[in-house]
């Protein structure tokens, strides 16, 4: 496994691949990985020939008020998780941005919900900083996670306008043994909080459950939900299409139920698909 840190010898890299035609596979990462990482590049590494991961906490996808200091960070341990995951390159850029750089990609409508209302700036950033990825690391496929499932969205949505020649491949979300979504935010909370984030997951379960049991009244299954979920601050809480994310009145199959909830600092999100 190699560790590349310039992006020019990243693109010359991976335009290198390109003329051998190669297949590149690419994911992502702002590293800390988990278990919802590695199974990532697990999926990635079927349809590649080579494997690039970055690792790149992105500043511009930071609101000034939010974790971007205090984004837990774990060099050594992401290098054996890469090298035990078939990563052929690890890409951490240290001069990723040029001087002079202006130039942002924005996806409207998509990004106006969900994350998007409470985190404003934060889509601009995660499309600016992966368009200017894919054009660094040149990959024909890219695997994103379903945990930031308004994210997939958002990045198919970009390669679809902007015709970018890259494969997008959702990857299903990651839950630690009692429920909880992966996330690297996890290990910044106390141990309360930690069991009080469990009702996140138990309330989307129990949402699902209510479905398939036949229940079809939104209004209904979302204050039942929202009952259930103990946090600092409920976000949103809401059932949307799982293809366009516009919000549901009456359930309709794709149906995902998505939530964000605050604990002291730290903002959690999942989601489910329900129908
Ligand atoms: O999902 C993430 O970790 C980030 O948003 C991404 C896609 C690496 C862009 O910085």
Same mark, same amino acid.
């Given at each position: ?9 990243? &693109?010359? &890299?991976?335009?290198?691949?390109? #003329? ?21 590049? $697990?999926?990635?590494?079927? !349809? ?5 991961? %970055? ?22 341990? $992401? ?6 995951? =078939? ?12 001087? =002079?750089? /202006?130039?942002?990609?924005? +996806? ?13 700036? !934060?889509? =601009?950033? +995660? ?15 890219? /695997?994103?996670?379903? #945990? $930031?499932? &308004?994210?997939?969205? +958002? ?27 992966? %996330? %690297? ?15 996140? %997951? @138990? ?8 479905? &398939? ?6 209004? #209904? ?11 600092? #601050? ?7 299409? @799982? ?15 998505? +939530?964000? @909830?605050?604990? @002291? ?11």
């Amino acid at each position: 496994m190699r560790t590349i840190t310039e992006t020019a010898v990243m &693109q010359a &890299q991976g335009l290198a691949w390109r #003329k051998e035609g190669l297949r590149v596979g690419f994911v992502p990462t702002m590293g800390f990985l988990h278990a919802g990482h590695t199974s990532l590049m $697990d999926l990635a590494r079927q !349809h590649c020939d080579v494997l690039v991961t %970055s690792i790149f906490v992105n500043p511009t996808q930071f609101g000034p008020n939010e974790d971007l200091d205090k984004y837990p960070r774990d060099p050594e341990g $992401d290098a054996a998780k890469c090298r035990a995951h =078939g990563v052929d390159v690890v890409f951490m850029p240290s001069d990723f941005y040029p001087p =002079g750089y /202006v130039t942002s990609v924005r +996806v409207a409508e998509l990004t106006d919900r969900l994350c998007g209302v409470d985190r404003p700036e !934060h889509f =601009g950033g +995660v499309t600016s900083v992966v368009a200017r990825f894919f054009g660094v690391v040149q990959p024909t496929v890219a /695997v994103f996670g379903e #945990k $930031d499932f &308004q994210q997939l969205a +958002v990045i198919r949505r970009m390669v679809r306008d902007l015709a970018i020649p890259v494969e997008i491949l959702g990857g299903p979300l990651v839950r630690e043994g009692d429920g909880i979504a992966l %996330s %690297s935010r996890n290990v910044n909370l106390n141990a309360v909080d930690r069991q009080r984030a469990l009702t996140l %997951s @138990g309330a989307l379960r129990a949402l699902k459950a209510e479905v &398939q049991a036949g229940e079809r009244d939104v209004a #209904k299954l979302l204050a039942q939900a929202a009952e259930r979920v103990d946090c600092d #601050k409920l976000e949103y809480l809401e059932l949307r299409d @799982g293809d366009d994310l516009e919000l549901l009145t009456e359930l309709r199959s794709p149906a995902r139920v998505f +939530v964000a @909830g605050r604990y @002291g600092g730290t903002r959690l999100i999942d989601n489910l698909s329900v129908l």
